[in-house]
């Protein structure tokens, strides 16, 4: 079992940055691939960006080149460095490990990560 707790939510306006964290604990060992997903209001989860342990990173469109993501192995914590953050990015942000298929490759399907944190609200104001 992986456990995983997001933080670094919060209220920004546009143009703003924040930087969310995702601290992982439990088997640690198993955790290769870590992406981060968000839920905006009335709306289904969405891919974000995902990181293999070996530094490999994957991004959706909406995200590249505002949004970064990286990893420290040793601490066993993710980030994401969200800058020119737009009103579009309010969300619920969630960190989540692969659990399923090729689990050393970045994936963007939601159902290939089995282990979840409870999520970070960012909201952004215009």
Do not use: H
Request: with cysteine; aromatic share 8%.
């Amino acid at each position: 079992q992986v456990q995983l707790e997001e933080s670094g939510g919060g209220l920004v306006q546009a143009g703003g940055s924040l930087r969310l964290s995702c601290a992982a604990s439990g088997r640690t060992s198993s955790l290769y691939v870590v992406g981060w997903f968000r839920q905006a209001p009335g709306k289904g989860r969405e891919f974000v960006a995902a990181i293999s342990r070996s530094g490999e990173t994957m991004y959706a469109n909406s995200v590249k080149g505002r949004f970064c993501i990286s990893r420290d192995n040793a601490k066993n914590t993710m980030y994401l460095q969200m800058n020119s953050l737009e009103p579009e990015d309010t969300a619920v942000y969630s960190c989540a490990a692969r659990t399923a298929g090729n689990i050393g490759l970045t994936s963007s399907i939601i159902s290939d990560y089995g282990y979840w944190g409870q999520g970070t609200q960012v909201a952004v104001s215009s």
